[in-house]
Every structure is written in structure tokens, then in C-alpha cells.
């Protein structure tokens, strides 16, 4: 019973700090072109500006990993836009009551919604290209989000959207 208990309590945790992400990008993209960067000079990331702070400190220091620079004069532009939302609950517990006898039947159900509501954010990063001002790269991640955590935590988790956002960039494109 321990160890049940253990388990759930480890897919609880781990559930909770799920960091999906979609991409999409061109496919005739020769993304060996992009080597510099820099972002919209009226970037507006829809964060505070501590967690804006925060997250290009984070992507800068991934995409110098990458082999990529921050210049003035960019092969491509970075925009980022982020949105909180209140994610809608997908579990319930059905409670039904019924009878029948002599031709009679009747029965109530009512759901009931397990746990709080989630609070979500979206951070869509857009990766446009200089010359032909054409987007070519793009993701968006959404992930758990909770206002009041400490810097630290705040930092932890801007860092996994990035790692996890940019893991494959670039893609590794079939031909």
C-alpha cells in the first residue's frame, strides 16, 4: 500500500510540471542560414518584466549553446507572445441515483469536477526571417503556471518551456 501510494504521489508530481509543445516551421527552410539573432525591438512578451527578463536571459544562453549569436544585424528576428488561461477541467465523478418498479423509472446524475481549475500559460515563439521577413520557425509551448512562486522557481520553469522548445531546433528535416 506504501509503495501504491509512493507511485501516485511521483505521477502526481510529475504529471503536474508537463511542458507540451507544437512546431511548425517551412519546410524549404536551410536553417544552416540562421546563425545570428535578435528579437523585435517592440517585443511585448505579455510577461512581467522580471519573467521577460528572465526568459531571454534563458534563451540566450540555449541558443549560444546552439552556436548562435545575439547581433545587430540578425539573420533572423525573435518574437515571443505569452497568454495565461484558465485550462478547462476534463475529469468528473458521475453520481447517479435511479429505481425502477411497477412502470415506474426515474434517475438524477450529476458531475462533479475533480480538483481545482489549472491555471495555464501559453508562450509562442516566433522565428522570423530578416530579409524576406517571412516566418519560417515557430513553437508554442503550454505549460503550468502558478503567480506566486518564488524567482528561482520562475526561473527553473522558463528554463524547461526553452529547453524543451528548442530541443529540436532545428528540425532534423526528411527529404
Known sequence: MCRLAKLTVLLLFV???????RYDYEKSTNFSNYNTY???????????????KRLLAVLDATLREKGMLLSEEPDFYINIKSTV????????????????????????????PVGGSKIQREIQFDFVDNQKDALFW??????????????????????????????????KIRR
Open 15 to 21: 504529471s503536474c510540471g508537463t511542458v507540451n509543445v
Open 38 to 52: 535578435n528579437y523585435y525591438a517592440d517585443l511585448d512578451t505579455g510577461m512581467s518584466d522580471f519573467d521577460t
Open 85 to 112: 488561461f484558465e485550462a478547462p477541467q476534463n475529469s468528473a465523478v458521475g453520481v447517479g441515483l435511479g429505481g425502477t418498479g411497477r412502470n415506474v423509472g426515474g434517475g438524477v446524475s450529476v458531475g462533479i
Open 138 to 171: 515557430q513553437a508554442s509551448s503550454v505549460s503550468n503556471f502558478r503567480e506566486k512562486t518564488t524567482p528561482d522557481e520562475k526561473e527553473r520553469q522558463l528554463k524547461e518551456v526553452v529547453n524543451k522548445v528548442l530541443a529540436k531546433y532545428p528540425p
